[in-house]
């Protein structure tokens, strides 16, 4: 800051000229309105000042905002990714008990066919026992 000033300092004799200064060391009207002139251009960069102020804080608040709106979308993500997971392992779940039911139902029809065949080839064997038996016992009735 005082680098700042010595800068402006500096100009500002190199702008005046040692009359100017001599008059506002003895004019106290030419003073006073030297130091209004200096006080408009301090309450102007104190205005200035202020708007640059306002403007940080509405950014700032933007920021904030913006920051917040990124934290809930992280929230949001890990949430969906863990109900992604959990789809997922019920999915696998879901198929594993799906793949054991079908290897039962599997068996099960492999059982069935292998009884069907059995009843298959045992049918002809029946059909001649029951034809059989069925002469016997028309001869038997026959002969009575």
């Not at 300092?9 to 060391?25: H, I, P, V």
């Not at 306002?54 to 990124?70: A, L, Y």
Request: glycine content about 2%; charged content about 25%.
């Amino acid at each position: 800051m005082a680098e700042f000033y010595d800068s402006y300092s500096k100009k500002f004799r190199l702008n005046q000229t040692q009359g100017e200064r001599q008059r506002l060391l003895t004019d106290r009207s030419a003073y006073i309105a030297f130091l209004e002139v200096q006080l408009e251009r301090v309450t102007a960069s104190c205005l200035t000042v202020q708007g640059f102020s306002e403007r940080i804080e509405q950014v700032q608040s933007h920021v904030n905002t913006v920051e917040e709106k990124i934290s809930n979308m992280t929230r949001l993500l890990k949430l969906l990714q863990n109900y992604g997971d959990q789809q997922d392992d019920d999915t696998k779940a879901f198929k594993s008990v799906f793949d054991q039911t079908c290897q039962e139902m599997q068996q099960g029809l492999t059982q069935c066919q292998a009884a069907v065949k059995q009843l298959d080839s045992s049918v002809p064997s029946l059909e001649h026992h029951l034809k059989s038996y069925v002469q016997e016992k028309e001869a038997d009735w026959q002969n009575k």
